[in-house]
């Protein structure tokens, strides 16, 4: 919990969506669900190892992207669904807890598949992958295979090149000290990687910040898991 801000995001989250204008209800909202009292930091990034997160069945979806493109959490559509309860027992929404169902959003969109951030935190929530606030691997194993992709683990900057150089968005969760040379955070953060520019480094879609670069190395070295979509 971050006194400074009164809500469950780090400081630079946090100035990154007051900066961009697009929350400004949403931080009062968060302010009033984590009450100010709590010094127990339950982040809303982490992702737990609940299951293998592994899925097998073959994309056999023809549905074309309807223009959600890569979402942000904090989006005012969705940023307020009701997504489960920290360990602390506060609410968990889409804003304080989403980055899960936004990234495998992201890597349906980048497939050309119409699924937006809300509709992810359904299936997140209607099939269990919700744990301790935020998703748990399953989401990205079974809860891909339930909107039509193949998901197969990854491990390692080969992995995730390969992927990416096969047109497939990789997805990554990591922890590190803060936003810096990669984008994860301190308590953990899932993004999704959907190719690589002209000079190598790896275009990132952050459901916190937007898209970004990053040396492949620097994503690697501080991931914990990655699935193949």
């Not at 598949?113 to 399953?138: C, E, F, H, R, T």
């Not at 339930?146 to 090149?161: D, E, F, T």
Request: proline share 3%; net charge positive; hydrophobic share 30%.
């Amino acid at each position: 919990y971050n006194k400074a801000n009164g809500t469950n995001l780090s400081v630079d989250a946090y100035n990154d969506m007051k900066n961009k204008g697009v929350v400004g209800n949403v931080i009062n909202s968060i302010a009033n669900i984590f009450g100010r009292g709590d010094k127990t930091d339950y982040s809303q990034y982490e992702v737990t190892s609940e299951g293998n997160g592994v899925g097998s069945k073959k994309s056999t979806n023809n549905q074309k992207s309807v223009g959600y493109g890569f979402g942000l959490q904090s989006d005012p559509r969705w940023a307020n669904l009701p997504l489960g309860k920290f360990p602390n027992g506060q609410r968990s929404t889409m804003a304080t807890g989403g980055c899960g169902p936004t990234a495998l959003s992201s890597a349906a969109n980048a497939l050309g598949l119409g699924y937006s951030p809300a509709d992810m935190a359904k299936v997140a929530v209607q099939g269990g992958y919700i744990s301790d606030g935020g998703a748990n691997a399953n989401l990205f194993g079974q809860g891909a295979n339930s909107i039509g992709l193949q998901s197969s683990k990854v491990n390692g900057a080969a992995g995730i090149m390969n992927s990416l150089a096969n047109g497939q968005p990789v997805i990554l969760a990591g922890k590190s000290q803060g936003y810096g040379k990669n984008p994860y955070t301190s308590a953990g953060h899932i993004v999704t990687a959907t190719g690589m520019d002209r000079n190598g480094h790896v275009v990132v879609q952050d459901p916190m910040r937007g898209t970004s670069l990053y040396s492949i190395n620097d994503l690697a070295k501080n991931m914990t898991n990655g699935w193949s979509m």
